[in-house]
């Protein structure tokens, strides 16, 4: 579905795949999510900071389900959307579900032989579902 050009993307479904925690491969990534780089999205979840407890934040991790994400393991690099404000502006924390929308890369970083990141998002606004 889109609204006014942005794309809704199920974050749920978006972050489950398998992908190898340490080797992994840009075309691990199924090619309906990689088909997703570049483009204006709407995504819902939970927002997810270990760096900061600040009400305010310029930086972020949005997962679909802070309590069940996570469920069949330990966290896997595709279950988190690093999250990111334009030009280190801030953005409200809110403790409960969000509606995210702004612009996605999808791209492996890696650093220190690690996979780091699969999704990227340059936000544009953050605020509650209800």
């Not at 069949?72 to 334009?86: E, N």
């Not at 890696?110 to 605020?127: C, F, I, K, P």
């Amino acid at each position: 579905a889109r609204e006014d050009g942005y794309v809704w993307v199920d974050l749920q479904k978006m972050s489950s795949f398998s992908f190898d925690q340490r080797n992994g491969t840009l075309e691990q990534v199924p090619e309906q999510w990689r088909a997703l780089d570049g483009k204006q999205v709407i995504l819902e979840g939970e927002m997810w900071s270990t760096k900061s407890s600040a009400p305010q934040l310029s930086e972020f991790d949005l997962v679909w389900s802070v309590q069940n994400c996570c469920f069949t393991g330990a966290p896997q690099v595709q279950h988190f959307v690093h999250s990111r404000t334009a030009d280190g502006g801030k953005v409200r924390y809110w403790g409960e579900p969000v509606r995210v929308r702004g612009t996605l890369k999808v791209d492996v970083t890696r650093e220190a032989g690690q996979v780091t990141g699969v999704y990227h998002l340059d936000v544009e606004s953050v605020g509650p579902l209800r």
